[in-house]
């Protein structure tokens, strides 16, 4: 069983060695090379490994074991005819392409061995037939030197009259190639007396050549071309460069300069302005791009002259290119920036005019930065255009002004006459001058569209965005709508209605106008959030808002402040132009100033009503209150308060009782904020009057029969003010102020019973 084991276990190790070598394994996937009992190492040893499993195995584990080593036994059998199988075909493969390989080799031998045998006859031959001909070809070549000898000798005995007959046909360039090629054969023989002549002669008359086409640069009429030609055909024959490429720009700038003046002449309203441009564009810039073209061809694109003179006609080509430039600039800038030509462009002919002249420009310069190196004019053009969109977009700020201007006077006017129509005032105002806003809107994006060259450029649409439209059109409209509404209470020409109006006005635009007009422009215009902040400063749109509101609550209160010094003075004179210590008699009714004063407040509340309505419904309630109810309901108030007020105040020391009564009141404030609705505006006026009422009590001294006028004319207040404001505990406060300074101020204090001055008030 020993013997049968371990050949079991050889013959499966062999078997698997194999396979592994046939399948170019290898050892890479031996775990321990010096391993003997490792079944797949190289240093496998069959008795060793048998002595080992035979001393430590169980019968049932050795059995086991013979099992799997036959089972492996097995598999690498099969697994090794698959692949001898697999292969087959490649091997016969390859014994046949060897086969072949053999065959052809021997082939190519004999070839290779009869080309040899026919190179070397050819060689030998080729010797012979030199050896034969070297005399000849030795007569042949002296023959042929003293030919071209004689060629270059009778090409210089020639060369003189040569360059005479090109001169007389005006043919220089014949002449200086001629003369080029006879310079070396001169040079080759000045030793030779006899020719010095001949050198002599060819000079004199190069100097002529030079001489005629140094001439050119001092004829107006000779073209760039020509004057190109002469340049090369002079640095050909060693002219300066420097020289040469001065007296070239010398020679075109007549010409630019007189074009320059016709320019300058058709520099008027009365020329047509494609015709100006034709000037300009046509005729200017095509003959200085034909000088910048040929001088850029003659001295710095030419190989053959130096770096540091392609450097020296960069920078001079640069110094003449640029005085023209700005000569050029500044009368296109003039003609195109006239208030002339910005006058015309409200109409849209002229205006397209206008905007493909300016098109036509930025496309002629940026063709010039293409002839000229390190020098772009184009960014010229686009400022000039910028700057003809900041006047068209100052210029629709005018008219807006204007607009509204005259908008606000005639409102004055119409409200003079027709305080009702105040909202259809408003609304006209609006809308008038929101349709003007997008108006000029629409034709600033004129300047904006895709077929402009100009209109390509980023930074020209985000400057002309921001700059032009959003800031210098927009924002300076709301901007001056404030500074107009501020200024408006030192001019006499708008009536106290129209501040009214106005801060009613401005509180509809803030609301919406503001945010609507800017999110338009940014949207319309493009205007890029992300970076405008970084290269321009922008008005907020919260600065607006809060601008345009602070100046309606300044007209609000100046109106306050005005019609309340106005109720002031009515109330005042019912104190200062009576004496109320003379008085002899008991009141018959309240007083015609106080009558005055409701009446007034009833006019002006219309008024107010019809531009600052009040929206909630208990204002409403007691708009619309009758007159009956007001008076039952006052009355019985004031029965209530009446009999307690005069056993107080009879009882008590007058000045104990006014500041009792003030411990127990709430504090008024009288020149405070107002809030922009018409309870609070009206209440601010009354609120004024009757404060300047009391101050005027304070300094008068009353008799018992003025305190009773006084007493008639406070309930008659308090029987028709409830209307007027918003909060009657103010109201009452302030009556109650006055009617104890009142009681204070009279000499023999008695009040007249609750139900007299009732009847009194009502009368």
């Known amino acids: 069983m020993k013997l049968l084991f371990l050949q079991e276990t050889r013959v499966a190790c062999g078997l698997k060695r194999n396979l592994m070598k046939m399948e170019g394994s290898g050892g890479d996937h031996v775990s321990s090379h010096g391993n003997p009992y490792d079944i797949n190492g190289t240093n496998f040893i069959p008795e060793k490994f048998i002595k080992k499993i035979i001393s430590e195995y169980s019968l049932n584990k050795l059995m086991e074991t013979e099992s799997s080593l036959i089972r492996q036994i097995q598999d690498l059998d099969s697994d090794m005819q698959t692949l001898v199988y697999e292969n087959y075909n490649k091997f016969i493969l390859a014994t046949d392409t060897i086969r072949k390989m053999k065959t052809d080799f021997r082939e190519m031998e004999d070839r290779m061995a009869l080309l040899s045998k026919n190179i070397a006859m050819i060689t030998e031959n080729s010797s012979k037939v030199c050896s034969s001909l070297k005399e000849k070809r030795d007569n042949v070549s002296r023959l042929s030197g003293i030919n071209d000898l004689l060629k270059k000798l009778k090409f210089l005995f020639e060369l003189p009259n040569k360059l005479k007959q090109f001169c007389e046909d005006n043919n220089y ?33 190069v100097q002529r050549i030079k001489d005629d086409l140094c001439k050119d640069f001092d004829d107006e009429e000779k073209s760039s071309q020509d004057l190109t030609r002469n340049v090369f055909l002079l640095l050909s024959l060693g002219e300066s460069s420097a020289d040469l490429g001065k007296r070239l720009l010398d020679n075109a700038l007549p010409k630019l300069n007189q074009n320059l003046e016709s320019i300058k002449i058709a520099d008027s309203p009365n020329v047509p302005l494609e015709e100006f441009m034709e000037l300009g564009c046509g005729i200017f810039l095509s003959n200085l791009s034909l000088v910048i073209a040929s001088f850029s061809q003659a001295f710095i694109q030419t190989a053959e002259l130096g770096e540091n003179f392609r450097l020296e006609s960069q920078e001079m080509l640069k110094q003449f290119t640029t005085e023209l430039m700005d000569n050029f600039m500044g009368i296109m800038e003039h003609r195109l920036t006239s208030e002339d030509e910005l006058n015309n462009i409200q109409d849209a002919e002229q205006r397209e005019e206008l905007i493909k002249a300016l098109d036509r420009l930025y496309r002629r310069l940026m063709a010039m930065g293409t002839l000229m190196p390190n020098t772009d004019f184009a960014p010229c053009g686009l400022d ?85 439209v959003r800031e210098g059109l927009v ?10 509404g501020k200024n408006l209470i030192q001019d006499e020409q708008y009536s106290n209605l129209t501040w009214l109006l106005l801060a009613k006005l401005y509180l509809d635009i803030e609301i919406g106008t503001v945010e609507y007009m ?29 601008a345009l509101n602070e100046t309606a609550k300044a007209l609000v209160k100046e109106f306050v402040s005005c019609q309340g010094n106005y109720i002031s003075e009515l109330m005042k004179s019912a104190v200062l132009r009576n004496d109320l210590m003379a008085v002899s008699h008991e009141p018959r009714g309240p007083s015609q100033q106080m009558k005055q004063v409701i009446e007034v407040l009833t006019t002006l509340e219309k008024q107010v009503d019809s531009i600052f309505p009040d929206s909630d419904s208990s204002s409403f309630l ?88 006084i007493q008639v004319d406070v309930l008659y207040l308090q029987m028709y003010l409830w209307r007027f404001v918003n909060n009657e505990s103010f109201l009452y406060s302030l009556l109650d102020e006055i009617l104890a300074s009142s009681i204070q101020r009279c000499v023999n204090p008695t009040l007249l019973e609750a139900s007299v001055v009732e009847s009194l008030a009502e009368k």
């Open 518 to 546: 800017v999110n338009s422009v940014e949207t319309e215009f493009d205007i890029r959030r992300e970076k405008r902040n970084q290269v321009y400063k922008l008005t907020n749109v919260s600065s607006l808002t809060t």
């Open 173 to 205: 360039e014949e002449a200086v190639k001629c003369y080029l090629n006879g310079v070396e054969f001169v040079n080759e023989f000045k030793r030779f007396p006899s020719l010095e002549a001949i050198k002599v002669d060819c000079q004199h008359i």
């Open 622 to 709: 007691r708009s619309e209150r009758s007159s009956d109810s007001s008076r039952r309901s006052l009355s019985t108030n004031a029965g209530n308060r009446g009999p307690s007020r005069p056993s107080l105040w009879s009882n008590f020391d007058p000045n104990m009782a006014t500041n009792i009564q003030k411990l127990f009141s709430e504090r008024v404030e009288i020149f405070g904020n107002v809030e922009l609705h018409k309870s609070d505006i009206m209440m601010a006026i009354v609120k004024i009057g009757l404060r300047a009422l009391l101050e005027c009590m304070r300094q008068k001294t009353l008799c018992n029969f003025g305190l009773h006028q």
């Open 475 to 484: 924002v300076s409209v709301f901007k001056y709508l404030a500074e107009f």
């Open 384 to 468: 000039l255009t910028f700057r003809v969109t900041k006047m068209d977009a100052d210029m629709s700020l005018q008219r807006i002004k204007a607009s509204f201007e005259k908008a606000a006077k005639d409102s004055s006017v119409e409200l003079s006459s027709h305080p009702g129509s105040s909202q259809e005032i408003l609304g006209s105002i609006l809308a008038t001058l929101v349709l003007q806003m997008k108006s000029s809107l629409n034709k600033l994006q004129e300047f904006c569209r895709a077929d402009l060259q100009f209109a390509q450029n980023v930074d020209f649409r985000q400057k002309m965005a921001v700059v032009s």
